[in-house]
């Protein structure tokens, strides 16, 4: 019975510090991991959210998929178009989106999946900046040091 007990108390403090030292890579220097939700500072009352859903294999590339949502109650959303103003940036490259799935459109809120070829060097900082929004010219979601 005490080497069932020790055996348990050792699987436990073995598996809770793995998990431990998981969290302290992931956010070393208290930096965020890479693509949590985060959102825009919501400029003229309009608020950008975005979140990477899934990478999937696309022709043997991994292409990423953002969970995106644009919310306001000022803002005629009808006709701002996602796939010409929204970029991906990491360094000196910037991508614009291969694909936009809409899940939801109305004046006030669009919501959808958007989807953009893989980035080389996601080890920094990545944005995904979007344009011309609300009559903001720029606006930045930030993830990464």
Do not use: C
């Not at 309009?46 to 953002?66: I, M, Q």
Request: net charge neutral; aromatic share 6%; charged share 25%.
């Amino acid at each position: 019975m005490k080497q069932g007990t020790l055996l348990l108390v050792v699987v436990l403090v073995v598996v809770i510090g793995t998990i431990g030292w998981l969290y302290v890579l992931n956010n070393k220097n208290g930096k965020k991991p890479v693509f949590e939700e985060e959102s825009d500072n919501g400029e003229a009352g309009v608020v950008v959210t975005a979140k990477l859903d899934s990478v999937s294999k696309n022709s043997g590339k991994e292409d990423l998929v953002f969970d995106i949502a644009i919310n306001t109650h000022t803002v005629d959303l009808s006709d701002f178009d996602v796939m010409s103003k929204v970029r991906l940036v990491s360094g000196k490259v910037s991508k614009l989106p291969k694909k936009w799935e809409e899940d939801n459109g109305s004046i006030h809120h669009k919501s959808g999946k958007l989807t953009f070829d893989p980035l080389m060097g996601l080890g920094g900082k990545v944005e995904m900046v979007v344009y011309g929004l609300g009559g903001t010219a720029e606006r930045r979601i930030v993830w990464g040091p």
